[in-house]
């Protein structure tokens, strides 16, 4: 893959999970009914890095899942009989809560839509929020994002890579050629 552009960079990505915090804030009155729930990989960090700030604007300490959504995806080639499944880690309900999926790139629709039968599987929660770092368009089901970072239109050939500092060792979001 060839890298064609820097989108964001650490500050940049720094404001806009403060914003996307902030509008989180906002939309649901305060931050007392609220979860968070990283889809895995790097949605798991964006929602820790979202609740840390919401702590420094709110004092509130909010709860954090992760969400592997991997048995629930319907994009699953058939070569994958026994897919790998990574923990979830719920230590809390959902049931009543307003419940905001925190995710890197909204793209198809097809990892959001697993992750709310996730999440539905688990309880019932009063609502389904969905937060992301960058829409890049080229949506397959009818999903649309609550909170977005950056909207990036791109084309089919090109793919978003997001770098954050706990999985990758640096916080950047590129465009690069495949």
Do not use: C, W
């Not at 198809?108 to 688990?122: F, K, P």
């Not at 791109?154 to 495949?178: C, F, H, K, M, P």
């Amino acid at each position: 893959m060839k890298i064609k552009s820097r989108i964001l960079d650490a500050n940049q990505i720094a404001r806009t999970v403060s914003r996307i915090s902030h509008e989180i804030i906002e939309r649901n009155q305060g931050a007392e009914n609220v979860v968070l729930l990283g889809i895995r990989t790097r949605g798991v960090p964006l929602a820790k890095r979202i609740a840390d700030r919401i702590l420094e604007i709110e004092g509130i300490i909010l709860p954090v899942g992760e969400l592997d959504i991997t048995l629930y995806r319907d994009d699953l080639s058939p070569e994958q009989e026994q897919p790998t499944v990574g923990r979830m880690e719920l230590p809390f309900s959902v049931r009543g809560a307003n419940a905001v999926l925190v995710d890197d790139v909204l793209f198809t629709g097809r990892t959001v839509r697993a992750a709310m039968d996730a999440v539905i599987d688990l309880g019932r929660p009063k609502s389904i929020q969905l937060a992301v770092l960058v829409d890049r368009g080229h949506r397959e089901l009818p999903i649309r994002a609550d909170y977005v970072g950056k909207n990036v239109p791109t084309s089919i050939q090109e793919n978003i890579l997001v770098r954050l500092e706990e999985t990758d060792g640096a916080d950047e979001v590129l465009i690069a050629q495949r």
